[in-house]
């Protein structure tokens, strides 16, 4: 399967490129988004003045002028919030803090949650065998190591399957392909980021939960944090695409860093069980030191050097959570 997916690739690069033919997509194209975002209105923080929550007014300024003029970060928008205040918020012209954006692989997080929040209804475990969620390969060829995958070795990236990001644009068929590529190593030996690892979660939990991934996080995760505008895109399989495709606004991420930094609570009412936030945001995983100042924890960054952690996504959807500050 490995071996087909790169010959698509490179017919695609030959016909498009090459060739310039206008058709040389190898998947039927259909729309992702199917709703427009229109902004309802949305509880946030309550504001207070950096100084009353131990914040310094002076290098907070510092930080915002730092942000404002480079251009190589280019931010669209900002907040910044202590001890359950916010305490600094900005935009650039065009865009807004409540603006739904692009979370890229942010995304991964919030599967991460729901996987969580299953856990915790007992209706799911780390050391399930993934393949069990998939009668439908019963009989069928899959690689004798995929007997070895379990859900944390999905939460953890530390399995590497060849089928990645580049192979989602030569399949529509994720899951078929996930499934038939040569799994490289055995399950727990290495890092291997691959947002194909959350897609695959996405699944188990629509069937484990019986319902979409945006139906369950609706009832167990965003109605009660009060986030209600949001789209998560599907693949042609009809599932959220898990690793990416998720619409937020900057206020509704930082809610999402309350909520892990408050080991669960959100307002005085738990969404997901302390025991379970503590393993996301701890080290799970080794990342070689060239790919950066953090390790990996379960479907989260976790640094190395501090006990801050980091939700993020490509082209910098970031929200950092720094525990000891409560910031």
């Not at 979370?103 to 919030?110: D, G, N, W």
């Not at 980021?193 to 991934?213: D, F, G, P, Q």
């Not at 789209?231 to 009809?238: A, D, I, M, R, V």
Request: proline share 4%; hydrophobic share 40%.
């Amino acid at each position: 399967m490995d071996i087909t997916n790169a010959l698509f690739a490179v017919r695609m690069i030959y016909d498009g490129l090459i060739k310039g033919k206008p058709d040389f997509a190898q998947l039927p194209s259909f729309p992702s988004k199917t709703s427009l975002l229109l902004p309802e209105k949305e509880s946030f923080f309550k504001r207070a003045r950096p100084a009353r929550v131990g914040v310094d007014g002076e290098k907070l300024l510092s930080f915002a002028r730092t942000l404002s003029e480079s251009r190589e970060a280019n931010v669209h928008a900002v907040t910044v919030v202590s001890h359950g205040k916010c305490v600094f918020e900005a935009a650039k012209t065009g865009y807004s803090t409540e603006m739904p954006h692009a979370a890229f692989s942010l995304s991964k997080t919030l599967t991460g949650l729901a996987v969580g929040m299953l856990i915790d209804d007992k209706k799911l475990s780390l050391d399930a065998p993934v393949l069990s969620f998939f009668p439908e390969l019963k009989g069928k060829r899959v690689g004798a190591k995929f007997k070895l995958l379990t859900v944390s070795h999905l939460l953890s990236m530390s399995v590497d399957v060849p089928f990645n990001e580049i192979g989602v644009v030569t399949s529509d068929a994720y899951v078929k392909s996930f499934f038939e590529s040569a799994l490289r190593g055995t399950p727990g030996d290495g890092f291997s980021y691959n947002s194909m690892c959350s897609y695959i979660l996405a699944v188990i939990v629509t069937r484990v939960a019986e319902c979409s991934l945006s139906d369950f996080l609706k009832e167990r995760l965003f109605a009660p944090m009060g986030i209600r505008n949001y789209f998560w895109e599907k693949s042609s399989e009809g599932v959220e695409k898990g690793g990416w495709g998720l619409y937020l606004s900057t206020k509704s991420m930082a809610k999402l860093g309350a909520l892990l930094l408050n080991g669960g609570v959100w307002e005085g009412r738990r969404l997901v069980s302390e025991s379970f936030v503590s393993q996301m945001t701890r080290r799970q995983t080794a990342v070689p030191d060239a790919i950066g100042e953090f390790d990996y924890g379960y479907h989260l960054w976790r640094h190395k050097k501090n006990e801050s952690f980091l939700l993020n996504g490509m082209l910098g959807q970031n929200v950092w959570v720094h525990p000891g500050k409560k910031l």
